[in-house]
């Protein structure tokens, strides 16, 4: 299934645990908005967001606070992560600190036990990990990594060895997997998979074992085994360039964003996998 969105320029996107499309993107008047839509592409729900920043990266994700979900958005140039409310669309909670060497987050992700993990823009190889307790967001701590401002970063719990953060670096071709609060690297692939050059530009997974890699110059999406890294299958999706992945837990299926020509709107295809 593939279905067009109304934007021509976004950035983040993510699907919930009830199936819904959830893309920050830019009107044609200039406008910072999120769109929600349902599993068949219908747009139901619009939320403007006040900020001057219209093209720069934006980050989205479904958390789960107090076993409700809520939407996280986290703002690059802002340095900001917002919480809202699925129900209403209220903002829930806001973090930004403007303090001189404090952390500033960037690209974010889940985390352990509903938490919010960030990259921390202060300092390029560290995360920040965010309670969301009582709906507010509150910085935990920050947390050393072993590559310097990856790309893409997703968390697993591996059955092995527990809480890990899977990092992808494009320009290196490198994708790696660490424990999480420290910088033991348990496997990782540099340059080559499989005998060909990798270009990670995505990645999720599907909440088990499973690590699903955007590999865009070889028009491939590779399926990664968290505990070992090795390859457990090779998806040749018929789309000329990807620009991210997120997994659909409701179905399961995996999303694919298309990277679009100028002149076309931005599309998504879900692939059973």
């Not at 006040?50 to 958390?63: A, F, G």
């Not at 560290?126 to 893409?152: A, E, R, Y």
């Not at 990645?203 to 088990?208: K, Q, R, V």
Request: charged residues 20%.
């Amino acid at each position: 299934m593939t279905f067009e969105t109304e934007f021509k320029t976004w950035t983040g996107f993510c699907v919930s645990s009830d199936g819904h499309v959830i893309i920050h993107g830019v009107t044609e008047e200039n406008a910072s908005i999120i769109h929600a839509y349902n599993r068949i592409g219908k747009l139901v729900r619009t939320i403007p967001l006040n900020c001057s920043h219209k093209t720069t990266p934006y980050y989205v994700l479904e958390v789960k606070v107090e076993g409700q979900p809520s939407i996280a958005v986290s703002c690059f140039p802002c340095q900001e992560i917002c919480l809202f409310n699925t129900t209403n669309w209220e903002l829930r909670s806001a973090y930004k600190d403007t303090l001189k060497g404090r952390p500033k987050p960037g690209k974010i992700c889940r985390g352990p036990k509903g938490c919010i993990i960030a990259l921390n823009k202060v300092k390029s190889q560290s995360v920040c990990l965010f309670d969301c307790k009582d709906h507010m967001l509150q910085l935990k701590g920050t947390f050393p990594i072993s590559i310097n401002d990856p790309q893409g970063m997703c968390f697993v719990e591996s059955q092995k060895y527990g809480f890990m953060l899977v990092l992808t670096k494009y320009v290196d071709g490198l994708i790696q997997a660490a424990m999480f609060n420290a910088k033991e690297v348990i496997w990782e692939h540099e340059g080559k998979i499989d005998g060909a050059i990798c270009h990670p530009d995505g990645i999720t997974t599907d909440g088990s074992s499973k690590v699903f890699i955007a590999d865009n110059g070889n028009q491939r999406i590779l399926v990664l085994d968290a505990d070992s890294g090795s390859v457990l299958r090779t998806i040749r999706p018929d789309i000329e360039g990807m620009a991210g992945l997120a997994w659909c837990a409701s179905s399961p299926r995996l999303a694919v964003r298309h990277k679009s020509p100028a002149d076309l709107k931005c599309r998504i295809t879900f692939f059973d996998v």
